[in-house]
């Protein structure tokens, strides 16, 4: 008892000096010099979420994406104090207060406390939590822009033809924003098919069954690892055409080698990354790691396995 | 020529060690006669007869003795054994010399090439060695009396002219897998007719290194070899040899459990020669030499259905007018003009390609000094469907007393685009893909493209005007020899060759069934370099103790590059992600091993009418392809791990003209299923030889 007393007591302090600022004539409506979207990513029992807040002056959104919970919503400012980093808003949804402290702030992450209040003056005198506090999930790191990184295993991108004859089917199609392979006509960036790599931007190769392209994705391939890669450089953008593929195809030229006799395998060339730019503008960056079922060479071909991050920010190329 | 630090230090290292030893060992005796291999001549290296022991170039002789005495068959086995050679399978058993692909070794019997490279190599277990009076080998680029193909060096194999008098001999050998040889040799000479005729059958089961699957690793084949040779001496100063070869061969063919066929392999050439001395100063020799290689495959499905054929028909005619003229003991010079003139018939071909090329070269040979001698040479190939090349030689030796000498030379080589990369018009039937010769793009894109089987062209067809470039390449050698007792001979030789436009695909086009256009263009440039060392030491008559050792960095330039350039990265397993590689860890080329060496021991026991030997040969480690998605051979690789193959041979002679013989070639069953088709396990034989 005897320290939150104390606490209370500091909190009520700091606030009645930040009072007697002469440049700051009403409490609480300080400026956010920290605009933008802060995201981490956590395991819950064996699926990653990752939580996003997007702050404005006006209001923070927080969202939680994964396999495991989603969540979605907007926090109204009521409050903030560029003293003590205090931000107090008010969630309409579920008519509850919330005060968000603020710590260690730089031009690459935060380190954020949130807290339900009461009531914005039940806000204002919390005192900021220990840095060992571990309730309410705690201190955490938010960092600016934070990729969206992920590995997709076993993507079977099955193709008819080829060995000599035309090649054809359909392409598997596969959408950043889920991170998921997709169906549809118009929500997808890249696609599949064989050793066959196309983009949602520009026009036919030429080849039997390619899906109609409406989005104005690109691509290039960069040489690195795919930490090593870490932006995407706008210049070096180019799209599907009849003049040949975005990610140039045959062995050596684009993604993978082909080993010829007596393996025959088709192997992703070590230090190549495919540099994407999506259909809606937004980039992305793959590295393929295996083209049999299971990464086992001995398995079935046309399974990709890759890992890769996708900016999901507005014209921000890194990632 | 350029050395790292590390070859200098071996280098005197070497030196110093051997000068030291040399000293100490010339106190205890001096000895007396072994001045045979003193005697030993070499025609090849400068086209007349010439001691090998004064010769300003590296070069090498294995005789008729040595050939015996291993109880050798084919030529790849006995080439096998040599200091900085080893025996490379692809499509064929090549030779590797000074780190450079069996492409680029001239072979020549008697001083004509064998033709017959389906895919560039020439198949060296197609030469038996059964009629051989020597064989040599000239390393270092040589096509300033060759031409093409004399990058890397020559391999000349002498054999026997008709001597006085009525003899014979049969051989037969029999062995492991069935392997069973066959030679026989009558030779004749009264006056001035002579004649020699030889025959060889050579058969073999074959072999299965792998149990696991249903296919053989080599196929049971079966071949003939037969050679005669007919002398005459029109008088002291003239003489007029005629040789013919033919050689055949039938091999089954199981490349799959469901499809099985047969090669047959025919080869034969003529040579006539016609040596006429004019007088103490002028020589002169005609050559008049035609050879045709001809293959014809074909493969059947179950049904007995052709599944596929395929054959070759390589036809080259030479004539070669050479003259010698020595005005004093002291000088000589040698000149000569020819022609080569080449078809070849083969399957995805459309036309039948014919070459033309008039040579000519010349050479100059003096002991400048007692102590000096110098060769420079050149040859003008003038061609019909490439460049025309102008190949230069210099080579000088410096003796500074009988026990060491100093050597070097410099000279260019270049091999000429063959014809595969000049015409070919394949197209893959399985897989798709075309391949195209340099010389038809223009005509056959266009047509390709009428077809409407071309979606785009990535290479304009204007950079197919000029003509492709033969590969070429600046070799160094530099030596030193020294005998620091009669008993003893050490050489040491540092060798690099500059070699550019090698010949690559490259893709010009894609086709509408997601396939490519491939074509032929000067790409890559690589360099070899390295050391070799060769001892002797004869303490006695009965024993000879040999070793010889080869230090090799062969390296592509462009590689090494991207490796600086921090562009080469790896994975440590399939499916991981990559790390980037540095500089240092790239290998070099593939199929090169650092390290090779040899050691062999001959033993003679005169009174027993017998002579044994052991042999020895190392290879260090290797690798044979990329394992980890890289194009390129680094350290991370797996390698071809390093092996030992030892030899042992005894033969005993009864009665003077009767000789027994026992050996077991690959003594420590060495095998490599996985990496090593064409070593084949431990190898046992007797022999037996009647000499009449």
């Known amino acids: 008892m005897k320290t939150i007393k104390f606490l209370a007591l500091i909190a009520l302090f700091i606030g009645f000096t930040s009072c007697n600022k002469e440049d700051d004539p009403i409490p609480g409506s300080d400026s956010i010099a920290f605009e933008g979207s802060f995201s981490r990513e956590f395991d819950v029992q064996g699926s990653t979420q990752r939580a996003t807040y997007s702050i404005t002056q006006g209001t923070i959104n927080y969202d939680l994406a994964g396999g495991f919970t989603q969540t979605n919503y907007d ?119 064989g050793t066959t790599v196309i983009v949602n931007g520009g026009d036919s190769s030429g080849t039997t069954d390619e899906p109609v392209r409406n989005g104005e994705a690109g691509a290039y391939i960069a040489t690195g690892t795919l930490d090593d890669i870490t932006s995407a450089d706008t210049s070096l953008f180019v799209q599907d055409s009849a003049s040949g593929l975005a990610i140039p195809t045959g062995s050596g030229n684009g993604w993978y080698n082909y080993t010829g006799s007596p393996d025959h395998l088709i192997l992703p060339i070590a230090g190549k990354v495919l540099v994407f730019k999506t259909r809606d503008g937004k980039y992305a960056k793959v590295e393929i790691l295996s083209y049999y079922k299971d990464t086992d060479t001995s398995s079935d071909s046309k399974h990709y396995t890759f890992s890769y991050a996708y900016q999901s920010n507005d014209g921000v190329t890194t990632f | 020529m350029i050395l790292n630090k590390k070859n200098i230090v071996i280098y005197f290292s070497i030196f110093l060690s051997t000068m030291s030893f040399a000293q100490e060992k010339e106190k205890v005796s001096i000895d007396s006669t072994k001045t045979e291999e003193l005697n030993e001549v070499i025609v090849t290296a400068t086209c007349t007869i010439r001691q090998l022991s004064s010769l300003p170039l590296p070069a090498q002789i294995i005789n008729k003795k040595e050939i015996r005495n291993i109880n050798s068959l084919r030529l790849s086995d006995i080439l ?62 040589s096509s300033s009396l060759y031409g093409s193909e004399a990058l890397a060096g020559v391999i000349n194999i002498i054999t026997e002219n008709p001597k006085q008098g009525f003899k014979g001999d049969i051989d037969y050998r029999t062995g492991t897998f069935n392997t069973n040889n066959a030679s026989a040799n009558i030779n004749y000479k009264k006056k001035k007719f002579g004649i020699s005729v030889f025959a060889n059958r050579y058969s073999n089961d074959g072999y299965d290194l792998d149990k696991s699957d249903d296919l053989k690793t080599v196929d049971p084949y079966l071949n003939y070899t037969f050679n005669a040779k007919v002398g005459y001496d029109f008088s002291i100063n003239t003489s007029l040899y005629i040789s013919g070869r033919y050689y055949t061969e039938n091999q089954e063919s199981i490349p799959t459990g469901l499809l099985k066929g047969e090669n047959n392999t025919n080869e034969w050439n003529t040579h006539v020669k016609l040596n006429h001395k004019h007088n103490e100063k002028w020589n002169s020799y005609v050559d008049f030499y035609t050879t045709r290689y001809k293959t014809d495959s074909y493969l059947n499905n179950p049904d007995n259905s052709r599944f596929s054929e395929s054959d070759y028909n ?101 091999k000429a685009p063959d014809f595969r990369q000049l015409y070919l018009d394949f197209t893959n039937p399985t897989a798709g893909y075309t391949v195209i010769g340099y010389n038809r793009i223009t005509t056959r894109l266009p047509e390709l493209q009428n077809e409407g089987q071309i979606i785009n062209i990535l290479v304009p067809l204007s950079e197919f005007g000029g003509a492709l470039k033969p590969e070429n390449s600046l070799s160094f050698n530099a030596g030193i020899q020294l005998k620091p007792i009669s008993s003893i001979t050490v050489d040491v030789n540092l060798f690099r060759n500059n070699i550019k436009d090698l010949i690559d695909t490259q893709i010009i086009a894609r086709k509408t069934n997601g396939q490519n256009v491939f074509s032929y263009k000067n790409i890559s440039s690589v360099y070899t370099q390295g050391l070799e060392f060769n001892t002797s030491w004869r303490p006695t008559n009965q024993l000879k103790i040999s070793g010889g050792y080869q230090l090799l960095f062969a390296k592509d330039k462009d590689a090494e590059k991207a490796f600086e350039n921090e562009e080469v990265f790896a994975r440590e397993s399939p499916s991981s992600p990559s790390f980037q590689l540095k500089k240092d860890d790239y290998f070099g080329l593939f199929n090169r091993s650092r390290h090779m060496a040899n050691a062999k021991i001959f033993y003679t026991v005169p009174k027993w009418n017998l002579n044994t030997n052991i042999r020895a040969t190392y290879r260090s480690d290797y690798g044979l392809r990329d394992t980890n998605s890289n194009s390129y051979l680094d350290t991370y690789d797996e390698f071809v791990e390093g092996y030992t193959i030892v030899d042992f041979a005894i033969n005993k002679t009864f009665y003077k003209n009767y000789q027994i013989g026992f050996g077991i070639d690959n003594l420590l069953d060495f095998t490599d299923p996985q990496n090593i088709g064409n070593i084949s396990g431990r190898l046992i034989y007797g022999k037996l030889n009647i000499q009449f």
């Open chain 2, 314 to 414: 390589q036809l080259l005619v030479r004539p070669e007018l050479r003259l010698a003229y020595n005005p004093t003991k002291k000088h000589s010079f040698i000149g000569g003009i020819g022609w080569t003139h080449e078809t070849l018939d083969r399957t995805f071909f459309t036309n039948k390609p014919e070459f033309n090329a008039p040579y000519a070269y010349v050479q100059y040979d003096a002991d400048l000094t007692k102590r000096l001698n110098i060769i420079i040479g050149a040859r003008f190939d003038k061609h019909s469907e490439y460049e025309s090349q102008f190949s230069p030689k210099g080579a000088l030796r410096y003796a500074f007393n009988d026990k060491i000498a100093i050597k070097g030379s410099v000279g260019y080589g270049y």
């Open chain 2, 80 to 141: 096998n054994e040599q200091t900085g050679l080893t025996i490379v399978r692809d499509h064929g058993e090549g030779i590797q010399m000074q780190g450079l692909d069996s492409d680029y070794t001239l072979i020549l019997v008697d001083g004509v090439p064998l033709v017959g490279r389906t895919a560039g190599t020439l198949d060296l277990s197609r030469i038996t060695v059964g009629n051989i009076k020597q064989i040599e080998i000239v390393k270092g680029a």
């Open chain 1, 75 to 193: 926090t109204a400012k009521e409050y903030y104090s560029s003293d003590d980093n205090r931000w107090i808003g008010y969630r309409a949804s579920n008519s509850t207060y919330y005060v968000i402290f603020f710590k260690n702030i730089s031009d690459t992450e935060v380190t954020l406390y949130k807290k339900e209040v009461a009531s914005l003056e039940a806000g204002k005198i919390e005192p900021i939590p220990a840095a060992d506090d571990t309730e309410n999930y705690g201190w955490n790191t938010y960092k600016k822009d934070l990729p969206i990184s992920g590995k997709i295993e076993n993507l079977h991108a099955p193709q008819e033809g080829g060995q000599g004859q035309p090649t054809s089917g359909p392409f598997t199609k596969f959408d950043f924003v889920n991170g998921l392979t997709t169906t549809s006509d118009t929500d997808w960036d890249i696609a599949f098919r």
